[in-house]
């Protein structure tokens, strides 16, 4: 089981509704991500929190407005969204390790099972 | 030339077959190799985690590493029906700001 919590697990929303979500993580990982991915591709970046504070966004739209209350925690706020928004919408987190050594997962990446929004 | 290549498939082998997934890449700077699982309508999940070249196995999973070719493999040895999913590899070096490539993923079916 992944230790990177998301909920909910399915969100539909309409286009003019505000919703939210959720991801967890108690890993004491100091960088969490979210990503968005289409069927049959590959994850992509969206935005990346390290130490709490916004160190990535990828030229993402308004409409997505992520926020980091503390370092367990990652929301990603949706409002005004778009039908080609809906996707599978991944949180991760990951160590931040520089080490060398093959021991050292600092520069791995862990997962939520993701939540599947559906714009409509 | 995208940072990440991995040949789509689709992949299909009879159960007990030996299964080989690969990727190369252009930047000669990673260090740091995963593979993930990913189950339909599910997250990726961590299946392996390589170092620098050399090769390194978990149970019926062997992943390998070739930097001199740029070059990652994972075995799956006495393949299952359960493993058909969708395997992406994946790969960063130090001081990305975090920033970590993916392969577009290789989906593999195992017929039992």
């Known amino acids: 089981d992944t230790e990177v919590t998301q909920t909910p697990k399915h969100l539909v929303m309409g286009m003019t509704n505000k919703k939210s979500l959720k991801c967890e993580q108690h890993m004491g990982h100091r960088a969490m991500y979210w990503y968005k991915q289409k069927a049959k591709k590959p994850p992509e970046l969206m935005f990346v929190?390290?130490?709490?504070?916004?160190?990535i966004n990828e030229s993402v739209p308004s409409r997505f407005s992520p926020e980091c209350p503390n370092s367990s925690l990652l929301n990603l706020h949706l409002h005004a969204l778009q039908p080609e928004d809906s996707a599978l919408y991944l949180c991760?987190?990951?160590?931040?390790?520089?080490?060398?050594?093959?021991?050292?997962?600092?520069?791995?990446?862990?997962f939520g099972e993701g939540s599947w929004l559906t714009v409509v | 030339q995208k940072e990440v290549e991995q040949d789509p498939g689709p992949l299909s082998v009879p159960e007990g077959a030996i299964v080989s997934l690969n990727c190369t890449y252009s930047n000669s700077a990673f260090q740091y190799f995963m593979w993930y699982r990913q189950y339909s309508r599910k997250g990726p999940e961590l299946l392996m985690y390589t170092y620098s070249s050399g090769n390194k196995e978990d149970g019926r999973f062997t992943a390998q590493v070739d930097k001199s070719s740029k070059y990652i493999s994972l075995f799956i040895r006495d393949s299952q029906p359960s493993d058909s999913a969708t395997y992406l590899c994946?790969?960063?070096?130090?001081?990305?700001?975090?920033?970590?490539?993916f392969g577009t993923g290789t989906s593999l079916t195992v017929i039992p």
């Open positions: 991760a987190s990951s160590p931040l390790s520089s080490g060398l050594t093959d021991g050292n997962r600092g520069n791995t990446i862990y």
């Open positions: 929190y390290s130490y709490e504070k916004l160190s």
């Open positions: 994946a790969m960063t070096r130090l001081n990305t700001g975090n920033q970590f490539y």
